[in-house]
Every structure is written in structure tokens, then in C-alpha cells.
């Protein structure tokens, strides 16, 4: 049984569109993150959710919106897509207490025409 | 600041040989942990640092932390084709905020 999974596995879009990617894991894990992992495989945090509250907000456009339905799903919409936008996003999970290991998914390619 | 550097930025072994990777941070490390991403596939779990000095080994692979919790390495032993893939190291911080490292990306030749 797939532990975090991602869909869609690839996405292929034009510039200005709006895209979503949906997340959900079978962990019973209770905090959830998105990563980008760009060309150079440099792996950023994006958001992080802990029982639906928004917890780690980094430096995101506010194109980026995640929601969160409920501890086991965190969605991911992209407003405007950009050609910067190209890259893997990968959603995680995890218990809260302590650093506990972050468990990925496979991952979204994003390509932006 | 926060960032972890790693070098190096890619290794090519023979397979046999062995390989080491190095994390480094100007600032103490509460905790340390490691992943590996194969190509193509997702940051995977190795292990987990949390005290000075500690060293820990999955077969062929040590894991060890810096007498100062400033630095980490991951070291392979007789490296393996199946050893291909990115490694990363990543700090831990408050909120279960993960900085990752740059990677380093290992080649093995057979």
C-alpha cells in the first residue's frame, strides 16, 4: 500500500494556467509538508501542515495556496503558473514530536510550456 | 545562517571503491538526518544523528556526527551500483522544519 501519494505524477501546462496537486497519506501521521525540488536538485520547504494548521510558511509567492481538508490530505494550488515554476514538487508526512523522519512521496513533475 | 552545505557536489566511484559525504553548518546541529534519492525516485530515510560524537552504521553504510554538531558525513564502504542516487543531509529544527543540504550525487561504475 502506497504510504504518501501524489497525483498527478506529471503535469504539463502552459504559462498562466492554474494547476492542482493532491496529496494524501495512509501514515496517520499528523503534519504534512510540501517540498520543491528544482533542476539542480536543491530541495526547498514549502508548507508545512499540522492538523490542518498552516505551521511553516516559507518564502512562497501567494500564487501558492495549500489546503489542507484534513490531517491525512494537503493539496497544493498554483495560481498564474510561471515558467519558474518547472520543477518536482514532493509531498511528506510525518509525526510532530521531535524531528521525526519525513516520509515522501514520489513526487509531481510540473512543466511549464 | 541556516544552510548546509555538502561536498562533494557529485562522486564517481568505481564500484568497490568507497565514498564519502560531508555536511557542514556554521551553526550547532540540534539533530542531523540523512536521505538518498535514487534518479528519478524520492528522498528516502537513512538515519537519524542526535548527539555529539554519535556514529551509527546500516551494513556498509556509517553515519557519524562532529564532536561540535557541526558537521556530519555519510561514508560507504565497497560501493554497489544499487548505491546510486543523491545524497542528502538535512538539519532539524523547530516545527519539524527540515533544511536540507545541497546533495552530493554519486555515480558508481560497474
Known amino acids: 500500500d502506497t504510504a504518501v501519494s501524489q497525483t498527478p505524477k506529471y503535469l504539463v501546462t502552459q504559462m498562466g494556467n492554474d494547476k492542482s496537486i493532491k496529496c494524501e497519506q495512509n501514515l496517520g501521521h499528523d503534519t504534512m509538508y510540501w517540498y520543491k525540488q528544482d533542476s539542480k536538485k536543491f530541495l526547498k520547504i514549502m508548507f508545512s501542515y499540522n492538523n490542518k494548521e498552516l505551521i511553516i510558511n516559507e518564502t512562497v509567492p501567494n500564487r501558492f495556496s495549500p489546503k489542507s481538508p484534513d490531517k491525512a490530505h494537503l493539496n497544493l494550488h498554483i495560481n498564474s503558473l510561471e515558467l519558474g515554476d518547472s520543477a518536482v514538487y514532493f509531498c511528506?508526512?510525518?509525526?510532530?514530536?521531535?524531528?521525526?523522519?519525513?516520509?515522501f512521496g514520489d513526487g509531481t513533475r510540473l512543466s511549464i510550456l | 545562517g541556516q544552510q548546509v552545505m555538502q561536498i562533494p557536489q557529485y562522486q564517481h566511484v568505481q564500484e568497490g571503491e568507497d565514498f564519502t559525504t560531508y555536511c557542514n553548518s556554521s551553526?550547532?546541529?540540534?539533530?542531523i538526518q540523512w536521505y538518498k534519492q535514487r534518479p528519478g525516485g524520492h528522498p528516502v530515510f537513512l538515519i537519524q544523528?542526535?548527539?555529539?560524537?554519535e556514529v551509527k552504521k546500516q551494513k556498509r553504510l556509517t553515519f557519524q556526527f562532529g564532536e561540535a554538531k557541526k558537521n556530519s558525513s555519510l561514508h560507504i564502504t565497497a560501493t554497489q551500483t544499487t548505491d546510486v542516487g543523491t545524497y542528502f543531509c538535512?538539519?532539524?529544527?523547530?516545527?519539524?522544519?527540515?533544511?536540507f543540504g545541497t546533495g552530493t550525487l554519486l555515480a558508481v561504475q560497474p
Open positions: 538535512a538539519r532539524g529544527g523547530a516545527t519539524n522544519k527540515l533544511i
Open positions: 511528506a508526512s510525518s509525526q510532530s514530536r521531535g524531528n521525526q523522519p519525513q516520509h
Open positions: 551553526t550547532t546541529l540540534s539533530n
Open positions: 544523528l542526535v548527539k555529539s560524537g
